[in-house]
């Protein structure tokens, strides 16, 4: 499943929507616009088919001139897994793009919950990063890079290493 956003399209998930991917090379990439319109941060969900473990299908990705907005979501085992540009693997990579989010969750992805590079000025606010420990010893939460982000209430619990830098959050 390859699932892409147009430039100048939008795509608006409401609470109970489940973007459910079937393998590691599944993606849903955002050129346009991905607005999330959930409740809280159970409303609506991406996952893998299988629903059990890091790396079972890619993440999203917010290319230059995306923009992923809105909150009320949890965002699980994605990160592609080995393979690829290792700069790249993430449950949601920002590069280019930028993010405006709330009350999400980030839980359990290969090597990195978020990364964002050389995206516009992005915002967290009510988010978690959870449980980013696979691979053993070389798994982070966030990671900015080039980037600016503004963050109010976000925590980081059961995450191997946390890259971004000491009392950020």
């Known amino acids: 499943l390859y699932a892409e956003i147009a430039a100048g399209s939008v795509l608006i998930l409401q609470a109970g929507a489940r973007f459910v991917s079937e393998d590691n090379l599944s993606r849903l990439t955002v050129n346009g616009a991905l607005k999330l319109e959930g409740a809280s941060k159970d409303s609506i969900i991406f996952t893998s088919l299988a629903d059990t473990a890091p790396a079972q299908w890619f993440g999203i990705v917010v290319n230059s001139g995306g923009y992923m907005y809105g909150g009320g979501f949890t965002l699980r085992y994605g990160g592609r897994g080995a393979g690829g540009n290792p700069n790249a693997i993430a ?79």
């Not at 920002?94 to 980030?106: A, C, E, K, P, Y």
């Not at 090597?111 to 516009?120: D, F, I, K, V």
């Not at 070389?138 to 191997?160: H, L, P």
Request: proline content about 3%.
């Open 91 to 169: 449950g949601i990579g920002v590069f280019g793009g930028s993010v405006n989010l709330s009350d999400g969750r980030i839980d359990n992805n290969y090597l990195a919950g978020m990364r964002l590079y050389n995206s516009a000025t992005s915002t967290l606010s009510n988010f978690e990063f959870l449980n980013h420990q696979t691979p053993a010893g070389n798994s982070t939460a966030f990671i900015s890079a080039n980037s600016t982000i503004q963050a109010t209430n976000v925590t980081f619990t059961g995450n191997t290493t946390d890259k971004s830098p000491a009392n950020a959050f």
